[in-house]
């Protein structure tokens, strides 16, 4: 068995090479001095651990003797964690989806030893198929001309990478933010809805909470009740569907199908954390418990299956895991999740397991029509052709059994790292769920993951904080999405407790993130701070896709710390980003949904509950409602209860029960 340089480092990822016989390093100075002493190109291959695509190239490729040989004589190899350098993959990525049109993971791309991109890809096939070059072809030819054509290959890196500064810039010297751009990504959104199985678009179908939380504020903000609806359809069919866990709760990555029912069964952290907010804010609009219910679903799943003893919570797990456990190297997509149909009769018995398969949509010969691998034949995936009822208890006794049973498969790959950023989003939802659902556990779940961060992975008093934490290390200086992120959590955790220590928090971490990333002279937020000089561009990420962007976190982060604090700076410096990306808002809005709600929080007129005395059960009533631009104060002093409803510096006169509030806020 080979062993390389990867053997040393943390990351699941890079541990899942570092037994190939490809020469890795770790991206870093050593390969950079390598690569300039020896004048060879880099070969870059980033990925991540729970990536399926990526575990299919080391298998075909950097597992080959052969291949790895090409590899080691003509380049250095260098393996990247995209979870954890997100920096590095987006200057790279962003050349892949210039240079190629796409984009996705595992990433290739062939650099300069000056770290200047020449040649990108993602996936290649060992040999040629699929339509695309074999890798070893593509090695060869890149190899001879770095040899015969290197002026060529050095100019074009110049010249690609002065195009990829062009394409990334962001000033604030253009026109003024046009507020018709809400109306503007509202009809598009209209336009690509299918209104029939929900979301945007055609297959594959990949949840993109930025977009509900876009059409629930817009609808808040203009009554317009399809925006709404629209949000509402979506979730209620990605409930349904093979792409929610029926079993265990929360959401696989996305549907390779139009109706959410053939998912890709990896599961992220950062997917569960922006849901569950997503059908909490659901249930608050509608008072429906499907959305409650769901809600919960994912945040119990993330308690018992992603979360670290210690209160943090894992990254993800994997699509893959092992068909039979007497062949523990065969591996299918989905194996942990899917049942036959034999299985379920021996399990709940020949009567509860018809009506169970008559509600789950199960068949005897499996009820996948289309399956190219074959990883779901006579087998099935569980979705709701019959609407659940919640209180049958002879169904919830079912799924018991069955996840009991499942429990004992082999589990797929955790990825048990612990990202600063993704961790804020899920204590966010916890502290949200704790709020809207009134549920202790969720309450402690987030208090518990906070002081995870603060003890591990954030100096405060120096303002220090770290990117991940793995096997008690933690590594990688934070991006401005990891102090964006925290900013919005302690927030959150303030609106539970009214403790000061978490005000402080939040203003220390904001004071901070302005420090390292904001662009003083153009405007907005540079990812990463400048101290990364490996780096050969640095970027204003602002596309809110899977993940909101780390601006549109930023400026959702300083608007809300401006409202409670009434600290004009922070306002100002929000305000500044928008006119940075206001040729972005005013061309492009349905990139940039998360950052129109920030928008249209700063447009919003001011709006704050003033609570008084022992008024816990005014805050709880206040909490069921969705009231995304009022903001809540608490005088928590032993008077009376009282409640205030302050909105564009003008003040209704105090209620004091739960009934008159209620009224209020209606």
Same mark, same amino acid.
């Given at each position: 068995?080979?062993?390389?340089?990867?053997?040393?480092?943390?990351?699941?990822?890079?541990?899942?090479?570092?037994?190939?016989?490809?020469?890795?390093?770790?991206?870093?100075?050593?390969?950079?001095?390598?690569?300039?002493?020896?004048?060879?190109?880099?070969?870059?291959?980033?990925?991540?651990?729970t990536c399926h695509w990526c575990h299919v190239m080391e298998r075909e490729?950097?597992?080959?003797?052969?291949?790895?040989?090409?590899?080691?004589?003509?380049?250095?190899?260098?393996?990247?964690?995209?979870?954890?350098?997100?920096?590095?993959?987006?200057?790279?990525?962003?050349?892949?989806?210039?240079?190629?049109?796409?984009?996705?993971?595992?990433?290739?791309?062939?650099?300069?030893?000056?770290?200047?991109?020449?040649?990108?890809?993602?996936?290649?096939?060992?040999?040629?198929?699929?339509?695309?070059?074999?890798?070893?072809?593509?090695?060869?030819?890149?190899?001879?001309?770095?040899?015969?054509?290197?002026?060529?290959?050095?100019?074009?890196?110049?010249?690609?990478?002065?195009?990829?500064?062009?394409?990334?810039?962001?000033?604030?010297?253009?026109?003024?933010?046009?507020?018709?751009?809400?109306?503007?990504?509202?009809?598009?959104?209209?336009?690509?809805?299918?209104?029939?199985?929900?979301?945007?678009?055609?297959?594959?179908?990949?949840?993109?909470?930025?977009?509900?939380?876009?059409?629930?504020?817009?609808?808040?903000?203009?009554?317009?009740?399809? =925006? @709404? &609806?629209?949000?509402?359809?979506? !979730? /209620?069919? *990605?409930?349904?569907? +093979?792409?929610?866990?029926?079993?265990?709760?929360?959401?696989?990555?996305?549907?390779?199908?139009?109706?959410?029912?053939?998912?890709?069964?990896?599961?992220?952290?950062?997917?569960?954390?922006?849901?569950?907010?997503?059908?909490?804010?659901?249930?608050?609009?509608?008072?429906?418990?499907?959305?409650?219910?769901? =809600? @919960? &679903?994912?945040?119990?799943?993330? !308690? /018992?299956? *992603?979360?670290?003893? +210690?209160?943090?919570?894992?990254?993800?797990?994997?699509?893959?895991?092992?068909?039979?456990?007497?062949?523990?190297?065969?591996?299918?997509?989905?194996?942990?999740?899917?049942?036959?149909?034999?299985?379920?009769?021996?399990?709940?018995?020949?009567?509860?397991?018809?009506?169970?398969?008559?509600?789950?949509?199960?068949?005897?010969?499996?009820?996948?029509?289309?399956?190219?691998?074959?990883?779901?034949? +006579?087998?099935?995936?569980?979705?709701?052709?019959?609407?659940?009822?919640?209180?049958?208890?002879?169904?919830?006794?079912?799924?018991?059994?069955?996840?009991?049973?499942?429990?004992?498969?082999?589990?797929?790959?955790?990825?048990?790292?612990?990202?600063?950023?993704?961790?804020?989003?899920?204590?966010?939802?916890?502290?949200?769920?704790?709020?809207?659902?009134?549920?202790?556990?969720?309450?402690?779940?987030?208090?518990?993951?906070?002081?995870?961060?603060?003890?591990?992975?954030?100096?405060?008093?120096?303002?220090?904080?770290?990117?991940?934490?793995?096997?008690?290390?933690?590594?990688?200086?934070?991006?401005?999405?990891?102090?964006a992120a925290v900013t919005l959590a302690a927030l959150d955790l303030y609106?539970?407790?009214?403790?000061?220590?978490?005000?402080?928090?939040?203003?220390?971490?904001?004071?901070?993130?302005?420090?390292?990333?904001?662009?003083?002279?153009?405007?907005?937020?540079?990812?990463?701070?400048?101290?990364?000089?490996e780096l050969v561009l640095r970027m204003k990420e602002d596309y809110d896709?899977?993940?909101?962007?780390?601006?549109?976190?930023?400026?959702?982060?300083?608007?809300?710390?401006?409202?409670?604090?009434?600290?004009?700076?922070?306002?100002?410096?929000?305000?500044?980003?928008?006119?940075?990306?206001?040729?972005?808002?005013?061309?492009?809005?349905?990139?940039?949904?998360?950052?129109?709600?920030?928008?249209?929080?700063?447009?919003?007129?001011?709006?704050?509950?003033?609570?008084?005395?022992?008024?816990?059960?005014?805050?709880?009533?206040?909490?069921?409602?969705?009231?995304?631009?009022?903001?809540?104060?608490?005088?928590?002093?032993?008077?009376?209860?009282?409640?205030?409803?302050?909105?564009?510096?003008?003040?209704?006169?105090?209620?004091?029960?739960?009934?008159?509030?209620?009224?209020?806020?209606?």
């Amino acid at each position: 068995m080979h062993t390389n340089r990867l053997i040393h480092e943390k990351s699941p990822y890079l541990l899942q090479h570092a037994h190939n016989p490809v020469d890795w390093y770790p991206w870093g100075d050593e390969a950079f001095r390598k690569a300039r002493e020896e004048d060879k190109p880099i070969f870059l291959s980033a990925g991540y651990s729970t990536c399926h695509w990526c575990h299919v190239m080391e298998r075909e490729s950097f597992e080959s003797e052969e291949i790895a040989a090409i590899l080691n004589r003509d380049f250095v190899s260098i393996k990247l964690d995209r979870e954890e350098r997100p920096d590095v993959d987006r200057v790279y990525m962003t050349f892949v989806q210039a240079t190629t049109g796409s984009g996705g993971w595992p990433m290739s791309v062939w650099l300069t030893p000056d770290l200047k991109p020449f040649y990108g890809g993602t996936y290649f096939p060992p040999d040629s198929r699929y339509g695309r070059p074999g890798f070893s072809h593509v090695l060869e030819q890149l190899a001879q001309a770095w040899k015969t054509q290197r002026d060529k290959i050095l100019d074009s890196s110049v010249s690609i990478l002065a195009e990829l500064e062009s394409y990334t810039y962001v000033s604030a010297g253009g026109a003024p933010v046009d507020t018709s751009a809400l109306d503007s990504c509202y009809y598009s959104f209209r336009r690509s809805f299918d209104r029939h199985y929900g979301g945007f678009g055609t297959a594959p179908k990949f949840p993109r909470p930025s977009v509900l939380n876009f059409l629930f504020r817009y609808f808040h903000r203009t009554g317009e009740e399809e =925006a @709404r &609806d629209m949000a509402l359809l979506t !979730l /209620r069919e *990605m409930a349904a569907g +093979g792409m929610c866990d029926q079993i265990g709760g929360g959401f696989h990555r996305y549907s390779v199908d139009e109706r959410w029912f053939v998912p890709h069964f990896e599961k992220m952290l950062y997917d569960q954390a922006q849901l569950a907010v997503s059908y909490l804010e659901a249930f608050q609009i509608t008072g429906e418990p499907l959305y409650s219910r769901v =809600a @919960r &679903d994912i945040l119990d799943y993330v !308690l /018992r299956d *992603m979360t670290h003893p +210690g209160g943090g919570f894992y990254s993800a797990e994997d699509a893959d895991s092992i068909i039979d456990p007497a062949h523990p190297h065969e591996k299918g997509e989905g194996a942990f999740y899917i049942w036959a149909h034999s299985q379920l009769v021996e399990l709940l018995g020949p009567e509860r397991a018809a009506s169970f398969a008559e509600i789950y949509g199960c068949l005897p010969n499996g009820n996948v029509d289309h399956d190219p691998q074959g990883e779901f034949t +006579g087998k099935n995936i569980l979705y709701q052709k019959r609407p659940v009822d919640a209180a049958d208890e002879e169904l919830a006794a079912c799924r018991r059994i069955l996840l009991d049973v499942r429990s004992r498969r082999p589990r797929p790959h955790l990825d048990d790292k612990i990202l600063t950023s993704w961790n804020a989003m899920m204590i966010s939802a916890f502290a949200r769920g704790a709020q809207i659902l009134d549920e202790s556990r969720y309450r402690d779940a987030a208090f518990r993951a906070f002081d995870f961060l603060m003890a591990n992975l954030y100096d405060v008093s120096a303002g220090i904080l770290k990117r991940r934490w793995r096997d008690g290390e933690a590594a990688v200086d934070a991006f401005l999405d990891d102090y964006a992120a925290v900013t919005l959590a302690a927030l959150d955790l303030y609106e539970i407790s009214f403790e000061p220590r978490l005000l402080d928090t939040a203003t220390a971490t904001a004071s901070r993130m302005v420090g390292l990333f904001e662009d003083r002279d153009h405007g907005a937020f540079f990812s990463s701070p400048d101290s990364n000089s490996e780096l050969v561009l640095r970027m204003k990420e602002d596309y809110d896709g899977a993940e909101p962007s780390g601006n549109s976190l930023a400026v959702m982060a300083l608007l809300r710390l401006a409202a409670r604090c009434g600290n004009d700076a922070f306002n100002d410096k929000a305000q500044h980003a928008l006119t940075a990306f206001s040729s972005r808002i005013n061309k492009q809005a349905v990139t940039i949904p998360q950052m129109l709600c920030a928008l249209m929080l700063s447009l919003a007129p001011k709006s704050e509950i003033q609570l008084s005395g022992a008024a816990q059960p005014l805050l709880d009533e206040f909490h069921r409602h969705f009231r995304p631009f009022t903001s809540v104060t608490w005088n928590r002093n032993d008077g009376a209860p009282s409640a205030s409803l302050c909105e564009d510096f003008v003040c209704q006169p105090p209620v004091n029960t739960v009934e008159e509030l209620r009224e209020l806020l209606h």
